[in-house]
């Protein structure tokens, strides 16, 4: 059978790290099998975040990849206040950790560059893309954002082209998504950034969204909107765990550590205070839980959330790994015997599925998560009964649930997860998008 081209557009592409490069990387690698041959559009020169060399090898070998250059203004930023590194991962200092200079950068950050500093790739990109897609008779195309600017290329190019089929991808939402509000809009840059989302819901053929709130949200808004998450790979996941519950020898003790862990960029607008205060209670009240228990990081730890841990009692129970290779960070899951997982706290990230959830589910370990209420991650945990949902002030139950799973890895007993988590693997999700794409 012959195989019908689909050009992606896509920002984050190896050797970019962190979950946001993972969607299109594991659906490229997927559709051949379902009569598609993805042809990758990607900036030749990005200013990435994070870096993950070991996606690389990820990428299928016989792919089209096709770069030109972009301009953006990163590194001038950077140069005049180095916390606009955070910027890059949609990342602010908040409250009374903002600087002027902060105030003043996400103040041009938000007006300045609408959707976002990505925007000068736009119009070179049509340009090039509309003869490029006329030549290789190519009539189907995917725009994967944030950066929200790449939808900017499928509007024009839908323009210019009528007939083409665009699929806009919204792996975050773009005025609902909860730093939006922090970036200072005035009137009439909100209202510029609504306009464009509009554009886009109302001239993109398919929206996707990554959780079945957003998918709502983009219909009630005008978009044909289908929700296909994010998953895990089989590939990636490399079995479950060889840690072993071994039950603690009361009588000498075990170095046998209960691990809770963290693994990604964790930010000062997802930190779960009321856990570490739990856990500061526990280490003080509880002898038995303070002789075993370790919190471990694996990944970028916004530095004044580990100020803030370091001046408590936990701090003597922290192992910091800082940023990790995808393959390892899947290791460090698989050692680990409950996975911590943070959402924003207000009502409108309720929608938000943070990607790694799903590697957290394909390693078996139960899952400890924080976020807004009726939130889509705790329909997921009760779905395949992996673990909890709590809301950021719920500070008793969750004490409850971490001394549960405490006295079961004691006795060798902590259950793992493997209930219903087939619909979430990455290939029967591109199989979602194959029927989609028909």
């Not at 959330?305 to 408590?312: G, P, T, W």
């Not at 008793?396 to 007993?413: C, T």
Request: aromatic fraction near 10%; charged fraction near 25%; proline fraction near 5%.
């Amino acid at each position: 059978m012959e195989q019908k081209k689909i050009l992606i557009i896509t920002y984050y592409w190896p050797p970019a790290g962190g979950p946001g490069v993972q969607r299109w990387l594991k659906f490229a690698k997927y559709l051949p099998e379902f009569g598609w041959k993805p042809v990758i559009y990607t900036p030749e020169n990005p200013s990435y975040p994070l870096l993950d060399d070991t996606l690389m090898k990820e990428i299928p070998e016989d792919i089209d990849i096709v770069r030109t250059k972009i301009w953006e203004p990163y590194q001038l930023a950077e140069k005049l206040n180095k916390s606009n590194k955070k910027f890059k991962a949609g990342q602010f200092d908040v409250g009374k950790n903002q600087s002027w200079k902060s105030r003043l950068s996400i103040w041009v950050r938000g007006n300045f560059f609408i959707p976002d500093a990505r925007v000068f790739w736009v119009k070179p990109s049509i340009g090039f893309l509309e003869k490029f897609l006329k030549e290789n008779g190519i009539d189907t195309i995917v725009t994967s954002g944030p950066p929200h600017s790449l939808h900017l290329i499928g509007l024009g190019l839908k323009e210019k082209l009528p007939g083409l089929r665009w699929i806009a991808d919204f792996r975050d939402p773009w005025t609902e998504i909860s730093y939006y509000k922090h970036l200072k809009l005035t009137k009439g840059s909100d209202k510029k950034h609504r306009q464009l989302e509009q554009a886009v819901f109302k001239n993109a053929d398919i929206t996707l969204a990554t959780s079945y709130t957003d998918a709502e949200n983009f219909r009630k808004a005008g978009a044909n909107a289908v929700c296909i998450t994010n998953g895990f790979d089989e590939t990636d996941a490399g079995g479950k765990t060889e840690k072993k519950n071994h039950e603690v020898n009361r009588t000498t003790g075990s170095e046998e550590s209960f691990v809770l862990s963290y693994i990604g960029v964790l930010e000062q607008l997802r930190n779960p205070e009321n856990l570490w205060k739990v856990l500061d209670e526990l280490v003080q009240e509880n002898p038995e839980f303070a002789a075993h228990f370790k919190v471990k990081f694996a990944g970028r730890i916004d530095d004044k959330i580990l100020q803030s841990i370091e001046n408590s009692g936990v701090r003597n129970h922290i192992q910091n790994l800082g940023y990790l290779s995808h393959g390892r960070a899947v290791e460090e899951m698989q050692t680990s015997d409950v996975l911590l997982i943070t959402n924003f706290p207000n009502e409108s990230s309720k929608g938000i599925i943070p990607g790694k959830i799903f590697e957290y589910l394909a390693s078996g370990k139960q899952i400890l998560s924080f976020g807004p209420d009726k939130a889509d991650v705790a329909k997921i945990l009760e779905e395949t009964a992996a673990g909890k949902h709590f809301s950021y002030n719920d500070s008793e139950a969750v004490k409850k649930f971490i001394l549960q799973k405490f006295e079961l890895w004691k006795q060798g007993n902590l259950l793992e997860n493997a209930h219903s988590i087939e619909k979430f693997s990455r290939k029967s999700l591109t199989k979602q998008l194959a029927e989609i794409l028909k």
